[in-house]
Nanobody, 120 residues
Framework: QVQLVESGGGLVQAGGSLRLSCAAS????????MNWFRQASGKEREFVAA????????YYANPVKGRFTISRDNAQNTLFLQMNSLKPEDTAVYFC?????????????WGQGTQVTVSS
C-alpha cells in the first residue's frame, strides 16, 4: 500500500508559479514511476506529466510542455511539479499517481488532489 498526499495548490494570477508536492509513504517510493494528472470542473481527468523510477525519463502533455517540470526525490519520498507561466486553463484539481509501469501508466495509487486556481 502507498499513501500519497498532495500539497502546494492555491490561487495564483496568470503568469505566476506554483510548486506542487506529493509525499509518499508505505511501500518503496522508488519502485514506482510517478505522475501528475489534473481534472478541471466538468471535464475528464487528463494526463499532465510523468517521471520514471530513476528520474532519467520524463514526458509531458503538450499543453504544459516548456512550462511545467516534474521531478522526484527518492530519498525524501516526494514528487514535485514546478508550474511556471500559469494560465487560467491550468485551473484544475491536480492528482499524483504511482504506477508500476512506465511509460504506459497504470496507477495503482492516487492522492486526494490539490486545487490550483489561476485567475486572469
Amino acid at each position: 500500500q502507498v499513501q500519497l498526499v498532495e500539497s502546494g495548490g492555491g490561487l495564483v494570477q496568470a503568469g505566476g508559479s506554483l510548486r506542487l508536492s506529493c509525499a509518499a509513504s508505505g511501500r518503496t517510493f522508488s519502485n514506482y514511476a510517478m505522475n501528475w494528472f489534473r481534472q478541471a470542473s466538468g471535464k475528464e481527468r487528463e494526463f499532465v506529466a510523468a517521471i520514471n523510477w530513476s528520474s532519467t525519463r520524463m514526458y509531458y502533455a503538450n499543453p504544459v510542455k516548456g512550462r511545467f517540470t516534474i521531478s522526484r526525490d527518492n530519498a525524501q519520498n516526494t514528487l514535485f511539479l514546478q508550474m511556471n507561466s500559469l494560465k487560467p486553463e491550468d485551473t484544475a484539481v491536480y492528482f499524483c499517481g504511482a504506477s508500476r509501469t512506465y511509460p504506459q501508466l497504470e496507477n495503482d495509487y492516487w492522492g486526494q488532489g490539490t486545487q490550483v486556481t489561476v485567475s486572469s
